[in-house]
């Protein structure tokens, strides 16, 4: 069984800093983790981290004076650096920390909502989403439209799984306030071609929200270089914890836009007839924020550093590619999506003959294959190609051509469970 691809990352090392990676299922089957664009597995030096930091510097951040507190927030707030020397942000400020990708969407949405002019989204104001959005991105500016009386546009989709761009020029109007795109589908896979859009939403003076959940984890992220207005993602995707996530938006905005939440920290003072708000990124990070959980992403970050976001990227190219010519040979296996590797990310969806995805995936599971089945909170792509759902294999740094083949396999034993 292949467990490395020549050249580029030591899988075999990699794993043995994940502890999961060794359990074995039902009595005899090691486990095969392929749902990585649900959550990433967490190696032994992020467990260390929480661990050190629960057991030894456990307080609260900011106003406290102790040796705890003071220790509290230097973890805390050199966290947020790493966070901002990974994604090349020109300002640590521009940092706010969410507790995922979710919060961080309804956290832009909800300070366009209440903002003043030239932000302000009203009656005759135009959203623009696409119809490959995870419902993260959809449900948000839903809301918003309801709330503002502004209309929700959205670009279709190619039958190979692209966005379909032919109509940009109509689809983003001198109306258009917003335009909120995913980076890298969740469930198709397709890697966008961001450069346009940004390029015309700008070009009409919108605003532009990135959804960089399923690329922040696999390849380098820059935000600089992605030139939009807001870039959400998420830790738990990235070897990081679950309950911390990260909103990046340029500083002038920040400063113009008002906070989405009230309460502790984010002020500046308070009266009983008026608050003043702290500058950000703390104006919009209301309450005892998520300290271990940023503390477990500064060491994640650490970790995908060590390693090289580079070679992590290419790792999966590699392995993206290696997957879709052994999926292309099982019979009756049809792939939802792009049917190459290229403009194309680690999660490969797909359709297997005649039978649900909740059946395959049960029986994958008896083998000790973990993938995902569903909709993967995408149902508007399904309803798109007309499939009910889809199981999806996707991949990430530890995966291994073995594990391919092992699906592969898992899906022969299927068809022979099925008849």
Same mark, same amino acid.
């Given at each position: ?13 990699? %794993? ?31 467990? &260390? ?13 900011? #106003? ?47 300070? $366009? ?51 379909? $761009? ?27 071609? $961001?450069?346009?859009?940004?390029? %015309? ?48 938006? %340029? ?50 970050? &650490? ?60 029986? $994958? ?13 995408? %149902? ?34 299927? #068809? #022979?469970?099925?008849?």
């Amino acid at each position: 069984m292949t467990t490395t691809l020549p050249g580029l990352l030591d899988t075999d090392a990699i %794993r043995k800093d994940f502890p999961v990676l060794s359990r074995v299922l039902h009595g005899d089957k090691p486990l095969v983790y392929l749902d990585n664009a649900a959550t990433s597995q967490k190696p032994q030096q992020v467990l &260390d981290a929480l661990n050190a930091y629960y057991e030894l510097h456990n307080a609260n951040v900011h #106003r406290g004076v102790h040796v705890l507190a003071e220790e509290a927030t230097a973890l805390y707030e050199g966290a947020r650096d790493k966070v901002a020397s990974f994604i090349n942000a020109p300002s640590r400020d521009e940092v706010i920390f969410t507790k995922n990708s979710s919060e961080s969407l309804n956290l832009v949405a909800n300070m $366009l909502t209440w903002a003043d002019d030239p932000f302000r989204v009203g009656p005759g104001s135009e959203v623009v989403i696409t119809e490959m959005e995870h419902h993260s991105n959809i449900v948000p500016w839903q809301l918003m439209c309801q709330r503002t009386g502004a209309s929700l546009k959205w670009f279709g989709l190619t039958d190979d799984g692209r966005l379909d $761009l032919s109509n940009i020029d109509e689809v983003i109007t001198e109306n258009t306030k917003v335009v909120s795109v995913v980076h890298t589908s969740n469930i198709l896979g397709t890697v966008n071609p $961001l450069e346009a859009i940004v390029r %015309r939403a700008h070009d009409v003076g919108a605003l532009v929200v990135v959804d960089a959940s399923q690329a922040a984890p696999h390849v380098p992220l820059d935000v600089q270089a992605l030139e939009a207005d807001f870039v959400a993602f998420t830790g738990h995707k990235m070897l990081a914890p679950t309950g911390i996530g990260v909103l990046w938006g %340029r500083l002038g905005l920040l400063e113009e836009l008002p906070p989405f939440l009230g309460g502790g920290e984010m002020i500046e003072t308070v009266t009983m007839s008026a608050s003043t708000y702290a500058p950000a990124p703390h104006k919009f990070e209301a309450g005892t924020p998520p300290i271990a959980q940023a503390v477990g992403l500064g060491a994640a970050i &650490d970790y995908l550093n060590a390693l090289g976001m580079d070679k992590i990227a290419a790792h999966e190219h590699a392995l993206t590619s290696y997957a879709i010519d052994a999926l292309n040979g099982v019979e009756g296996l049809e792939i939802i999506g792009p049917k190459t590797a290229e403009m194309r990310g680690a999660a490969i969806s797909f359709q297997f003959g005649d039978l649900h995805p909740h059946d395959v995936g049960q029986v $994958l599971d008896e083998q000790g294959i973990a993938v995902r089945v569903g909709h993967h909170c995408a %149902r508007p792509v399904c309803l798109r190609y007309g499939v009910p759902a889809t199981t999806r294999a996707s991949f990430y740094l530890y995966s291994t051509p073995g594990e391919v083949d092992a699906l592969v396999a898992g899906l022969e034993h299927v #068809r #022979r469970f099925f008849g």
